[in-house]
């Protein structure tokens, strides 16, 4: 037990390192140079390029300017170069932001998600089973963004109320409850957004892992015995099936920064997603660099979570 | 004769009669699924549509021109009526009606679209292309060669290789001319080494195997997990110069590991059987066993998911689009066409709408195409 | 059972409990009629984030919105695009200008007088100044003063070059044994003065002069190196404009300290101290010295004529109490910073700025808003908005979007929905010419952009005014030089191109170029074939390399077409050099100051004259222009600039393209007028065309205004 965790720590320990490496080199190599020096201003002589460069060591070696930003990272003085504003300091708060935009769409997907599913694998073949895996592909299938127009477009022109954003603005002091209501209506598009593409997928994996189950021996058994069909396949059958979602459980915190750029752009949500973008315009190498190294670092805390889990939840792991 | 035939087809599924091919059953089990049936008619209509754009938007004088600009013609609603007073001969489409629409600089919308469909349908394939490939190599490997361990000399030379060539391009040319040389040196040298029986060159220990090749493999694909894809993307495709090559090749580059594990993992179970031993005592070469005897059997999931892997990237490229690094100009991708068209929406929706709901089509189409493909190929739905 | 209930009745509750909140929410009419406090706000919204809010620091546009403010500069342009003074009540330029007195010429009628001698001569011309041809007598009567300053000792330390044996530069002592020195104090800045002076002492008094001989250097150099150096220690003339400002009295910053002339000072200490890396550092390099005469003078010496310089004064003053060394390190020592290493950019003073304008800062929420609030204490009066906010928006349709739903006041309009919107009868819209134009550039480095009838006649396949209707919407105009168009500067004599796409082949067939089989324009058997580029992101410009396209190919020129993202089309397109033509726009400052894009000496790769424009007439009248501080005489340079550039066609001059705004009908101006009552009025754009001009003065009321005739 204690040596598969020692050996899980090392392992992944090396795979960050290489991430650290592999995400440096990406960006370092590219063309291009941060939108702080913009050499189309008049008001930049190549001297003022030239003494960027040196602030930001881009005129160093490449290991030095490696060794330089994650010296800086672990120390927590790293500074993003668009505004000197402290990267970890920023992460924070934007993860505060995302934060519940995650939770509650998290929420909806690991819960509606299970009914769904369950139900399309007990009819399977049947009306509602079908119509489930189309609508369930019809909204994987859709852009994304396309999606969250049409909405918005629905809603503004319908209610005349505002969408975007994380609170209406202009609502001065108004009565808090209306102000807490006011934010969770602003949660409602976005989070109903990721939710619905949430749920279209994880209910198609429930789907086939119940299909996986319901057919061995111990679900026809308690099926024969009489059991009501709701226990039989909520406790019986769903209990089974549950194991290959740990893994997947254990992945849904990355998605904290990848999945939600496009959503977060729209809604001008200040969250992650479009720090991380905003980042990628500016070439704010320190930001760019940070979340990919955190997003890696919340990968591999999640595989390690859910192999962790693993052992706790099947009995047939011993190590 | 009714009743003849049905004989004939009970005999036929009578115990005595040979088993159906794997491919007919298979094709059965498609053919139920009706959804699956849609998707792969219309996958196949997009397929003629894309083939028959290319040919018809192409060329010095193409039948239907996607670049032609009619500025006094912009933003007409579909099916309306070129106004033939102002337009020059060349000028009016080619239908005689604007089918679809005219973009905000009196472009016609159909002809982009059609188009588009090659170029969109052209990410999707090469980058699906790159993904599968690559996905296939490492996993073939990685599931063949799996327990076959990577020995220190193999792993120093590689290094020494790899500096020689970073040193190289750091301008470092002496040392890493120096570096290179040794590395070739030392391949020579422990290639020998491992002919002859009786070794002087090398100590022991180096011929010791570090890790298996396997692990390499795997460490690498963990190594790409690590980056939320679409983010990686974004960044790679953000600062790298725009190009319709760099879109696919990146989109390829980062999934591929998916493929991956499919493959080693169908590699790691056929290893064991039967006819993989019976090749290997007939004594074919490794290759040989790999690509005609195992990847037939290993293909189909592969398959599956390059379905579903051709709509992800249609998709993504149209999120790209989206954020403004998708495919530059001149070629109209449906995910470009949608994002231009979005600042429109108000004045004419169907910029928006028709491209939307195309992407939407054929992505769904792939999709249900892909599910259906999943469930003929799945062995345990088959006995049934 | 409880497993599926409880799967099913959470998320029923958690989207239950999401659409309710929707009862809440106020609609665009509730937002202003149930709220009086929405009136009183203004609401605005930016596509990008400010970076730093702190004039000296930052050059984009979301931060200086901002700082435009919360700072005030010292001037500004009134609504005729003339100065006006904000922090400065009043200014004064003058010049002084020196000469060596040079012992080696001769003067016109006899030998090298002495030094009193030479005063006297000068005097006396004065005093007889009729005698001479009226320009020569024109400068003599400027002059104010003639002072005699006596030879003088000093040691100079100057740096060699470093080579690629040695790179480390050598430090050498200079000896400079200056000979006597004339000054001359004149009325106004007169960039003649030498040269009509050298008709009283002699046509090559000026350009005998040699240096050379008052200098030794400690360590041997070489001896062109020693003249070079004595000719920029020792110039043989130099115009010292002066500039002396009166500042506003009993003006506060924000925190209520009063603003003086140390803070002037200090400003511009900030923007030169090279550890602030400032990206105006360029504007006030020609600077010699800020001296504070009192503390409600300052008085500014130019080391050579510039005459753009004013207009640099309208930057935001800095209050120099929050930002000096010591405030900076205590700053640095309360975060517990090395205080050697901690400059301005780290203070915490560029998010949350102090300056003296009408609004103070608030809260800066990144990537969400940057609130402010009325300066009750501005000298001019308080604003009539009570809170002013930038929200950012990085999407222009999510903007349009907030905008129906009432939570924005004003955005980033599209000529497209002006077009829409302009009838609406709840909205009301402006549009004035802005200060910025689009062109394409050829590099005429490249055959055959080289010859100027090829431009010439690409410029005439281009329908401009189709440009102008069909994809501006009319929000635009006809350009035809680099200059301002509703400045003086702008010569409006010079046609535009004709659209001519006969005209154009047949200009094209005078250059050599006929048509081959295939259809397509060629020349000894090679066709007229190149790449059009232009940056991404920018759909004005992304349809003007369309069109472009399509008109070029309509007269059988095989065009390709390229979008590059920014960084990239500038570094390793333009900066290099690398390219044929490209369509990109320039934002024209008011002052017509050209040298650095229009200057032959500024062709080199990284800087901005990219397309190589070389004329020498050109050359001579930029450098008139920016030293020239006469309005009309700059305007003569300007007309005949212009026209050069017009001939020349190096940039095919495409439109200048309008500013636009939709507002809220209920937006109006209210004043109080010469009666004493409350009066309203409807917003109108100044001549120049700004529109926010009177913002001070806006507010939103809550009903649809009676207004009198009177005041439309």
Redesign the interface.
């Known amino acids: 037990m204690f040596s598969f965790i020692g050996r899980s720590i090392v392992q992944k320990t090396i795979t960050l390192f290489f991430v650290s490496v592999v995400s440096f080199l990406i960006i370092h190599l590219a063309p291009g140079e941060p939108s702080q020096i913009d050499p189309m201003n008049p008001k930049f002589t190549p001297e003022m390029v030239e003494r960027f460069r040196t602030q930001f060591h881009l005129d160093k070696p490449l290991y030095v300017q490696y060794v330089y930003f994650y010296r800086d990272l672990f120390t927590g003085k790293i500074v993003s170069w668009k505004d000197n504003q402290s990267v970890l300091a920023k992460i924070w708060e934007r993860f505060l932001n995302s934060l519940p935009l995650f939770i509650v769409g998290t929420l909806l997907t690991w819960t509606l998600s299970f009914p769904v599913g369950i139900r399309s694998a007990i009819y399977r073949g049947g009306v509602y089973d079908r119509s489930a895996t189309f609508f369930s592909y019809l909204l994987i299938s859709i852009p994304g963004f396309f999606f969250a127009y049409i909405l918005i477009i629905l809603v503004v022109t319908a209610f005349h109320v505002p969408v975007i954003g994380m609170e209406t603005y202009g609502m001065g002091n108004a009565p808090w409850p209306n102000l807490f209501m006011d934010r969770i209506w602003h949660l409602l598009i976005p989070s109903a957004l990721g939710a619905t593409a949430g749920i279209a997928v994880l209910s198609r994996y429930v789907r086939s892992q119940m299909l996986e189950v319901e057919g061995q021996d111990y679900v026809r058994t308690a099926k024969a015995k009489g059991l009501p069909p709701d226990q039989v396949h909520y406790k019986h059958a769903l209990r089974n099936a549950l194991l290959p979602f740990v893994t997947m459980f254990g992945l849904i915190l990355p998605g904290l920064i990848g999945g939600s750029v496009i959503i977060e752009s729209i809604f001008s949500w200040p969250g992650m997603g479009r720090m991380a973008y905003e980042a990628i315009l500016a070439r704010d190498y320190p930001i760019i660099l940070t979340v990919n190294f955190l997003s890696a670092v919340l990968v591999l805390a999640g595989t390690f979570l859910s192999d962790l889990l693993y052992l706790v939840v099947d009995p047939r792991i011993r190590l | 004769m009714a009743e003849t035939l049905t004989k004939n087809h009970e005999i036929l599924e009578g115990p005595q009669a040979p088993r159906q091919s794997r491919f007919v059953q298979q094709f059965r089990l498609f053919k139920e699924n009706?959804?699956a049936v849609v998707g792969l008619v219309i996958f196949l209509a997009f397929f003629i549509t894309a083939v028959a754009g290319v040919v018809l938007t192409s060329g010095?004088d193409p039948v239907f021109n996607p670049?032609?600009?009619r500025?006094?013609e912009?933003l007409q609603p579909p099916l309306s009526l070129p106004n033939l007073e102002t337009l020059k001969a060349h000028e009016v489409p080619t239908l005689g009606i604007y089918l679809l629409g005219t973009d905000?600089?009196?472009r016609d919308v159909f002809a982009r679209m059609l188009q588009g469909a090659w170029v969109s349908l052209t990410v999707g394939f090469v980058a699906v292309g790159i993904a599968v490939i690559v996905g296939i190599f490492l996993g073939g490997l990685a599931g063949y060669y799996g327990q076959e361990g990577i020995c220190y000399d193999q792993i120093l030379d590689f290094l020494l290789l790899l500096s020689g060539i970073i040193f190289f391009i750091?301008k470092w040319h002496k040392l890493g001319f120096g570096l290179f040389t040794a590395g070739i040196f030392m391949m020579i040298l422990s290639f020998r080494a491992r002919r002859v029986k009786q070794n002087r060159f090398m100590p022991g220990w180096l011929h010791k195997s570090a890790f298996s090749f396997d692990t390499l493999i795997m460490?690498m694909v963990?190594?790409m997990?690590?980056?939320?894809?679409?983010?990686?993307i974004?960044?790679?495709v953000?600062?790298?110069?725009?190009s319709i090559y760099n879109i696919m090749i990146v989109i390829g580059l980062t999934s591929w590991m998916g493929t991956t594990r499919f493959v080693r993992a169908e590699f790691l179970s056929l290893r064991e059987q039967d006819f993989v031993s019976a090749a290997k005592a007939l004594g074919l070469g490794n290759f040989r066993i790999i690509f005609r005897h195992m990847m037939p059997n290993a293909v189909a999931p592969v398959l599956v998911s390059a379905t579903i892997g051709i709509?992800t990237a249609i998709?993504t490229e149209?999120?790209l689009s989206?954020?403004?690094?998708g495919v530059?100009?001149?070629y109209a991708t449906w995910?470009n066409i949608?994002?231009?068209g979005?600042?429109?929406?108000?004045?004419a929706p169907w910029l928006?709408f028709v491209p939307?709901i195309a992407?939407?089509i054929v992505?769904?189409c792939?999709?249900?195409f892909g599910?259906g493909l999943k469930d003929a190929l799945n062995p345990?739905l088959r006995q049934e | 059972m409880t497993t599926k209930r409880f799967l099913i009745l959470v998320p029923a509750i958690i989207i239950l409990f999401l659409l309710q909140s929707y009862l809440w929410v106020p609609t665009y009419e509730e937002q202003t009629k149930g709220n009086p406090n929405r009136l009183n706000e203004y609401v605005t919204a930016s596509l990008g984030d400010a970076t730093l809010l702190n004039p000296v620091l930052s050059a984009n546009s979301a931060s200086s919105q901002i700082e435009s403010m919360v700072f005030e500069g010292l001037i500004d342009y009134d609504e005729e695009l003339r100065f006006r003074g904000r922090l400065a009540t009043s200014w004064k330029v003058f010049e002084e200008a020196y000469f060596y007195v040079n012992d080696q010429a001769k003067i016109s009628y006899g030998e090298a007088p002495d030094v009193r001698a030479l005063v006297r001569l000068l005097e006396n011309a004065k005093k007889n100044s009729t005698a001479f041809p009226p320009k020569v007598a024109g400068s003599l009567n400027r002059i104010e003063s003639i002072i005699l300053l006596p030879p003088e000792d000093s040691t100079v330390v100057k740096e060699l070059k470093a080579t690629d044996s040695e790179p480390k530069p050598d430090a050498v002592k200079i000896h400079v044994g200056a000979p006597a020195r004339i000054k001359l104090v004149l009325s106004e800045v007169d960039q003649d003065l030498f040269n009509n002076l050298s008709v009283i002492l002699g046509n090559d008094y000026f350009s005998t002069f040699d240096p050379a001989k008052f200098v030794t250097a400690e360590s041997p150099i070489a001896e062109t190196t020693l003249s070079t150096w004595a000719k920029e220690i020792l110039p043989a003339t130099e115009h010292n404009p002066v500039l002396i400002f009166n500042l506003r009295p009993n003006v506060k910053f924000h925190d209520g300290y009063p603003f003086d002339a140390d803070d002037v000072l200090f400003t511009y200490e900030a923007i030169m101290n090279p550890k602030n890396l400032s990206p105006r550092v360029s504007d006030y390099e020609p600077v010699k010295s800020v001296e504070v005469l009192d503390p409600l003078k300052i008085r500014i010496v130019y080391k050579r004529l510039y005459s753009p310089a004013i207009s640099t004064w309208g930057m935001g003053i800095l209050p120099e109490h929050l930002l000096n060394a010591k405030a900076l390190k205590k700053e640095a020592q309360a975060l517990g910073k090395d205080p050697e290493a901690f400059s301005m950019r780290q203070s915490r003073f560029n998010r949350q700025p102090v300056g003296c304008g009408p609004f103070t800062f608030q809260e800066w929420k990144s990537d969400q808003f940057i609130s402010l609030n009325a300066f009750e204490d501005y000298w001019e009066g308080p604003p009539n908005y009570k809170r002013y906010v930038m929200r950012i928006i990085p999407d222009l349709l999510t903007q349009e979007m907030e905008f129906y739903a009432g939570t924005l006041d004003s955005y980033n309009v599209q000529p497209h929905q002006v077009e829409r919107l302009k009838d609406d009868p709840r909205f009301q819209s402006f549009s004035g010419t802005s200060f910025g134009y689009t062109f394409i550039g050829y590099n005429m480095l490249r055959p055959p952009f080289d010859d100027v009838r090829v431009r010439k006649a690409l410029g005439m396949a281009i329908d401009v005014n189709k440009i102008i209707d069909y994809v501006l919407y009319g929000q635009g105009e006809n350009i035809t030089g680099p200059f301002v168009k509703q400045t003086d500067y702008y010569n409006h004599r010079i046609p535009p191109l004709p659209y001519d796409p006969q005209g154009a082949l047949k200009l094209l067939a005078e250059a050599g170029f006929k048509r081959n089989k295939e259809g397509w324009l060629e020349r000894d058997g090679k066709p007229l074939q190149f790449t059009l580029i232009t940056n991404s992101g920018n759909d004005i410009r992304k349809a003007v390399l369309t069109i472009a396209q399509n008109a070029w190919r309509q007269i059988g020129i095989d065009v390709r077409t390229d979008l590059l993202e920014w960084s990239v089309f500038i570094r390793e397109r333009v900066d290099k050099k690398d390219f044929d033509a490209l369509v990109l726009g320039w934002q024209m400052p008011i002052t017509p100051d050209l040298y650095q894009v229009w200057h032959s000496s500024q062709t080199h790769p990284y800087q901005l004259n990219f397309v190589s424009f070389k004329n020498e007439r050109a050359d001579q009248l930029i450098i008139k222009i920016r030293r020239e501080y006469n309005h009309a005489k700059q305007v003569a340079y300007c007309h005949e600039l212009h026209k050069i550039i017009a001939h020349e066609q190096p940039y095919t001059f495409l439109f200048v393209g309008k500013w636009m705004a939709v507002l809220d009908k209920r937006v109006v101006i209210k004043d109080i007028g010469e009666d004493g009552n409350m009066l309203y009025k409807k917003i109108k754009p100044t001549k120049t065309g700004s529109y926010t001009f009177h913002f001070n003065k806006w507010i939103k009321v809550p009903d649809m205004p009676q207004m009198t005739t009177e005041g439309w």
């Open positions: 009706r959804l010095q670049s032609l600009v500025l006094q912009k905000d600089l009196g750091l460490r963990d190594i997990l690590c980056f939320p894809s679409f983010f990686l974004l960044t790679v953000a600062l790298l110069p725009a709509a998709l149209a999120g989206f954020l403004g690094f530059p100009p001149p995910g949608l994002s231009d979005k600042r429109f929406i108000f004045d928006t939307g992407i939407l992505v769904l792939f999709n249900l599910e345990k």
